[in-house]
């Protein structure tokens, strides 16, 4: 939020004494006041100091030197004591900041420097106490700043003494306060702050704060504030020029706000605003800021605001609001601030934006605004962001943005720009750090020589056409840490140039190109991905704070060792994914240095061995082991992944039985996977404990017993409201990152992403499984696929299956069934792969849009009738070949005999001939036999002739 310069400068101008007292007092020999130093000695001796920052704080010493205290230039009394802790410019700083924070408690020895004017104990960590009630005997202090010092509780009343207090800070804190009556006393007051108090139980805090008469500034942000009755009189606080009451519940704008005439400045933000934006607002013709972000106002943005020409922050993103931007918004000519991203806002952006002379912000992202980028774009030459991302916009890239040579900020993506990218499209923009504009139709083709004129730290090109050779102009950017040139179109060998840059990369995405070549070493801290390329060799050694590791569908060779267990520490990896490679050997048994990995995918390889005991020692939400050659039975170690959502182990060749455990301990699955293993025994019924469970696949065992009645208790597929998709998703890097997995349905294997927490299946097909289809499966409505072909069931139908509505896919084929096909089936109206063949089924087929598209072989092997067969059917609705049987039954007796005889003849003669015809030791043998029956019978008959 941006206040006006003048009123942002408030602090700042109260605290030029001190610098005046710190430069005169530079040239004086004046010693602090003993007391005073006594004083500050025991307040330092309850403080708790880890970074020894009051180290000049010593016995003896001129106070007046000590780092923080600032005396008066001629008497000598401490004046002011700044010891706030300073914030971090960046994350890299954080461990510096947290350590200079001062903690423990504040000694009453203040009390003794009654000269002070001004406190500062921001940002440091007083997180056991609470705000000292002698602040309200410092009767000199006229400014006081505790903010983000973690002081928690109640506020003391006591403070409503200091009535020379000009300035008052206590925002986020943990503190609380039931009345505001204590603030009537702070009549020189002009800057309060008060953000993030719990002030809910404060029904006065209007009637107190407007009407001290000095204020100026007023921010109660997230005070927990609710809808204040408009009919309050708020005349006597005309002083007031800014106020925040951002992050409260409002639901609509309080309309005392309008009798405000002096305000400059408003923050409405996120402050539960519903309907349209009140006119009110054109009254206040000398705002400066006006910040709507987070709300829910619908309505389209109307005229009046647009006349508000002294605006310079003009914020009214994140809301649901309609309709067009109006060409007057080139009325607005000191905005500097522009932002109505995240709405609902179509058609064009105006030609007169180009009028906004002083823009350095415009982002207008998240709509659904469509035409071009106007050509007037490039005459804002003040402008540093321009964001017109995830919106309809069409056509060519507009040369003039490569006039905008104080941008520094870029982003067009996820749009629908197409055409050729020239180098001159950047010409001067030297000073760009960002350049976003993934997912558009957009070819660069740059010269191999051309040496970018800015040096940029992000770069996303995903989804541009970039190749077929790698862009060697990155070769020139030295300040590079964000790079995503993924679905580029590149097939050439990684250069060695590219893995050997100085910078160290924070996010690396090569994904889906044809790069191939060997990857040795990856100096990057937190994402890499290089799926779906060509690259060979051993598994690249990585950063031991790489968070996101992605590799899958390539040719990496070798065993997991020399990743998992010859390296640095991998406690802060979240995501591995090596799937679809070639590794091979065993899975390590050295996992106790992952306690942070989340998801592990190690599908589609060539591992062999069991399950490594120490893989249970992790919290994982997924694991995917599918298609290896990976054997044994499942470690009852497995029980401890309290966490799993998914497990996959499908497609290798495990054994045992399904352990009753997995229902009982596994009790967060919704995608369990054991298809194509050797598992045996029955399905135990502590898997109907899941409520989860949102795809179940145990088809291709050797699963026998029956299908329990229980699996009514699946809650999860028996809705049909699918609104847990999160479930499948993890937060890391700042983004969702969603499960994938691999699903057999329709007859067909898919991959499911983004979409994966809608499907829910049940496949337990090409098992042993005996007795009738349980009825309670019909309660399962939620299921788009179920297939239980392939198995020994038995009896008829369950007619209530037709109440499964949103059924696509439905595969009860290669059983015993009979009875009929349920008429309840017509109700089936999504069924897009529908098989019953192969079963005992007799009669008509129902009659309904989607069971009479399917072709005879979903059919095929019963006894039925009727469309989509040919073979017609009786008034009764028997076939008529089944009619027609009885009269010639006889016939097919006969039919019959001469059939078994003559198979009886086949079958007998070449029982016999066949293997003497074919094994040669046997023509032998048998004809020896017969010569040697020959002979004997020619002695027996010469025998009987003598």
């Known amino acids: 939020m941006t206040t006006p310069l003048l009123i942002s400068l408030f602090p700042f101008l109260l605290l030029i004494p001190a610098l005046c007292f710190s430069i005169c007092h530079a040239n004086s020999n004046v010693l602090c006041i003993q007391s005073e130093r ?101 009767e000199s202090l006229t400014y006081l700043k505790l903010s983000q010092a973690q002081f928690h509780g109640a506020i003391s009343h006591n403070l409503g003494n200091l009535s020379k207090l000009q300035y008052l800070d206590l925002g986020g804190n943990d503190l609380k306060s039931k009345s505001l009556q204590w603030v009537s006393g702070l009549s020189s007051l002009q800057y309060l702050d008060l953000s993030s108090a719990d002030l809910h139980k404060a029904n006065d805090w209007v009637h107190v704060t407007f009407k001290l008469p000095s204020l100026l500034e007023l921010y109660l942000s997230d005070c927990g504030l609710e809808d204040v009755p408009s009919s309050i009189s708020v005349n006597s606080s005309k002083s007031l020029v800014v106020l925040d009451l951002s992050g409260n519940s409002l639901s609509s704008v309080p309309k005392w706000i309008f009798s405000l005439h002096g305000l400059v400045s408003i923050d409405l933000s996120d402050s539960s605003l519903e309907g349209p934006i009140p006119d009110y607002f054109g009254n206040i013709s000398i705002l400066e800021v006006l910040d709507l972000t987070g709300n829910s106002l619908n309505s389209s943005i109307p005229n009046f605001l647009y006349s508000l020409n002294r605006l310079q922050f003009f914020s009214l993103s994140d809301n649901q609001l309609q309709g067009t931007i109006s060409s007057a918004i080139g009325n607005l000519s000191s905005v500097t601030y522009l932002d109505l ?22 982002d207008i992202s998240e709509n659904q605004l469509n035409g071009q980028i106007p050509l007037s774009i490039g005459e804002l030459s003040s402008l540093e962001l321009f964001d017109v991302s995830e919106n309809q916009l069409n056509g060519t890239f507009p040369l003039s943005i490569g006039e905008l040579s104080s941008l520094k900020y870029l982003d067009f993506g996820y749009n629908l720009l197409e055409g050729v990218v020239l180098e001159t499209h950047f010409s001067n923009l030297t000073r760009l750090t960002t350049l976003a ?71 690396l995405n090569l994904s889906s190109n044809q790069l191939r070549g060997e990857i040795s070493y990856l100096n990057v801290s937190n994402f890499v991905d290089l799926s779906s390329n060509r690259f060979i060799g051993p598994l690249p050694r990585v ?78 939400t997924m694991l995917n082991l599918r298609n290896n050659r990976m054997f044994g039975e499942l470690p009852s170690t497995l029980q401890n992944s309290l966490h799993l959502v998914m497990l996959d182990l499908s ?43 949102q795809n179940l696949d145990l088809a291709h065992n050797n699963i026998s017993g029956v299908i329990p009645k229980c699996f009514n208790n699946l809650s999860a597929m028996a809705t049909t409201n699918k609104t847990n998709n999160f479930v499948f998703a993890t937060f890391v890097v700042a983004d969702f990152f969603f499960l994938n997995a ?20 049940m496949d337990l097909s090409a098992n042993s ?10 309660s399962l409505v939620g299921l788009l696929s179920l297939n239980f072909s392939g198995n020994l069931l038995i009896g008829n139908i369950p007619d209530n299956i037709g109440n499964m509505e949103l059924m696509e896919s439905l595969d009860l084929s290669m059983n015993r069934l009979n009875g009929e096909i349920p008429p309840s089936f017509s109700n089936l109206n999504f069924l897009n792969h529908f098989n019953v063949s192969y079963n005992n089924l007799t009669g008509q087929i129902p009659t309904s849009t989607q069971l009479q598209s399917f072709d005879n072989l979903s059919y095929m092997g019963n006894h039925l009738c009727g469309p989509p067969l040919t073979k017609n059917c009786t008034a009764k609705g028997i076939p008529t070949d089944i009619a027609n049987n009885g009269s010639s039954s006889e016939g097919s007796k006969v039919n019959s005999l001469y059939v078994s005889i003559a198979l009886g003849f086949v079958m007998g003669f070449w029982g016999v001939v066949a293997p003497l015809f074919f094994i040669r030791s046997w023509r032998i043998a048998y004809y020896r036999k017969l010569d040697h029956i020959y002979g004997k019978l020619c002695v027996f008959w010469a025998t009987m002739g003598m």
């Open 437 to 507: 504009a993934s997912h558009n139709r957009l070819r660069f083709e740059p010269n191999s020589s051309w040496i970018p004129p800015f040096q940029c730290e992000r770069i996303e090109l995903g989804h541009w056409h970039l190749g077929p050779k790698f862009p060697q102009w990155l070769k020139f950017q030295k300040k590079l840490s964000y790079l995503d040139i993924s679905y580029a179109g590149i097939s050439d060998v990684m250069p060695t140039w590219f893995l050997n840059l100085p910078t160290q990369f924070e996010y």
């Open 769 to 778: 499984l005996t007795g009738e289809i349980p009825k309670e499966i019909g």
């Open 341 to 362: 991203s995240e709405n609902q806002l179509n058609g064009q952006i105006p030609l007169s934006i180009g009028q906004l002379s002083s823009l350095e912000l415009f």
């Open 38 to 138: 006594e004083a500050l000695l025991k307040f330092k001796n309850h403080l708790i100091d880890p970074s020894n920052k009051l180290s000049s704080w010593v016995e003896g010493g001129d106070c007046c030197k000590w780092i923080g205290v600032v005396c008066h230039n001629s008497t000598g009394h401490v004046h002011q004591l700044h010891l706030a802790a300073p914030s971090p410019f960046d994350f890299a700083e954080w461990d510096a900041y947290r350590q200079s924070k001062l903690e423990g408690k504040i000694n009453p020895s203040l009390l003794e420097l009654k000269h002070l004017s001004s406190l500062d104990l921001s940002n440091n960590n007083f997180s056991s106490i609470h705000i000292p009630k002698f602040f309200g005997l410092l």
């Open 543 to 620: 950063l031991p704070t790489l968070l996101v590791l992605i590799l899958s569908n390539n040719s990496f060779s070798g065993s997991l060792f020399e990743l998992l267990c010859n390296s640095s520490s991998r406690k802060w990896m979240v995501v591995l994914y090596i799937d679809k490679n070639l590794i091979s050997g065993n899975i390590p048994d050295c996992w106790n240095h992952w306690q942070g990995l989340d998801l592990l995918n190690l599908g589609s390889n060539n591992l062999t061995g069991k399950i490594s005991p120490s893989l249970w020692h992790l919290n994982l």
């Open 742 to 761: 691999l699903l057999v349905l329709k007859g067909r294997e898919d991959e499911y992403g983004s979409t994966l927490g809608l499907v829910t299946s």
């Open 651 to 693: 497609e290798n060749h495990f054994s045992g039985s399904i352990p009753a455990w997995i229902g009982d301990k596994l009790s967060n699955l919704a995608i369990l996977s054991l298809r194509s293993n050797n598992f045996d025994g029955h399905i135990p019924h502590k898997i109907c404990d899941l409520q989860f469970l």
